[in-house]
């Protein structure tokens, strides 16, 4: 059976959102991001799109390009209460769908033809989320998710296209090799240097020439290029939190300790939320004293899926809970409340070189492995205590060396955190 697949997207959803607040937006340059030079533009208007501003531009550079913009600061909670709008009408309507991000979703329809037919559905459904949340929405219907996601794109502002099983190549053909969702830049300027401008001219290239050039991602890029992608709408279902804890072997008191391992808790905890793509607005600290007694305190938060932000909070909620001076067996950070939103979503506080630090960051960690970049605090602290725990296992009596050095360690690192 041929696929139907739909994909909606909103356009230039926090710009819209903000003109639903404010209709003295309408029509004019809008620019959402970081409020200070060294910010980040998270969205922008169509209006100021003409002038050349983009998302992820540096700030300073997108007002020197269009310095009649409004720039606001944006509001998380405000997108994602009208995200969750938008998902509530699709989920009533739609037998499966996927949401693929704060703004996008993804459905399933196949064999709604045999009874309504599913340009038809997709026209109506798209009619009734603008009606009922007054937000403008784009939306592609093939027979897979690539090419109904580049149909998306031809059709905004606020349009709709079919894409007919059997003509998708024809559809693709005479389009940018951009619209492909995998080529980024370096990608992009390699294929432009070997003379491919078009997924046409992409499309007839060798498989194995593209598979030998970039690897797995060229055959990848070579099948979308020709239409290809059995990549099956996955059911939606939020996960509601990720959490962390580590019950000690023995008891303890080691606040030096405590924080480099709060902060390594929420180190991995932050890179899992941006490898899934989701943010964090709750985050939670627990503690178990040695007579078993748990106690657990949260605050709410701006949305964010970077360390910086989060360790210090995971910090002041401990340094709040831990109030008894007793031992402690178990301390505990999660992270709830969570959205689905890539990194841009975060930057309006953010400057260019910390994104770039965690988009490195974040590289050589999916290539190596979580483990393999971490911060300097309690990685020593943590070998050496490990191979005094395996010592005490073997009932032998960790040297006098190991010993001094980690009291050393606990020492510089209580002068550093009680700065």
Known sequence: MIR????????????????????????KPVIIGGMSDRGVVSSCSYEARQFGVHSAMPMKMARSLCNEAIVIRGDMDAYSRHSRMVTEIIAEEAPM?????????????????????????????????????????????????TVSKIATGEAKPNGEIEIPGGQEQGFLSPLSIRKIPMIGNRTFHLLRSMGIATI????????????????????????????????????????KSIGSERTFQRDTMDMAGLHDLLTSMVEKLAFQLRKEEKL?????????????????????????????????IARELFDRLYQRRMLIRLVGVRLSGLIRGVQQLNL???????????????????????????????????????????????????SPEDRQQIDNLKNRRYRYWHR
């Open 4 to 27: 139907s697949v739909v994909h909606m997207d909103l356009d230039t959803f926090f710009v819209s959102v903000e003109r639903l607040m404010n209709s003295g937006l309408e029509g």
């Open 97 to 145: 769908y996927e949401k693929a991000s704060i703004d996008e979703h993804y459905l399933d329809i196949t064999g709604m033809d045999r009874f309504f037919g599913c340009m038809q559905w997709t026209h109506e459904l798209r009619q009734r989320i603008i009606k009922e949340t007054g937000l403008p929405i784009s939306c592609g219907l093939s027979v897979n998710k």
């Open 200 to 239: 046409g001219t992409l499309g007839q290239i060798p498989m194995e020439m593209m598979e030998s050039l970039l690897g797995k991602n060229g055959l990848m890029i070579w099948k979308k290029a020709n239409g290809i992608d059995p990549t099956p709408v996955i059911q939606y279902s939020e996960r």
């Open 280 to 312: 964090a607005s709750i985050v939670t600290l627990k503690i178990r004293y040695s007579n078993f007694d748990t106690h657990t305190l949260q605050k709410r938060i701006s949305y964010t899926s970077f360390d910086h932000a989060l360790m210090p």
């Open 348 to 398: 309006f506080e953010d400057t260019t070189e910390m994104v770039h630090l965690y988009l490195a960051l974040d590289k050589l960690r999916r290539r190596y492995g979580s483990d393999s970049v971490r911060r300097a605090s309690g990685i020593q602290l943590h070998d050496l205590e490990e191979r005094i725990a395996q010592s005490q296992q073997q009932k032998n009596i960790s």
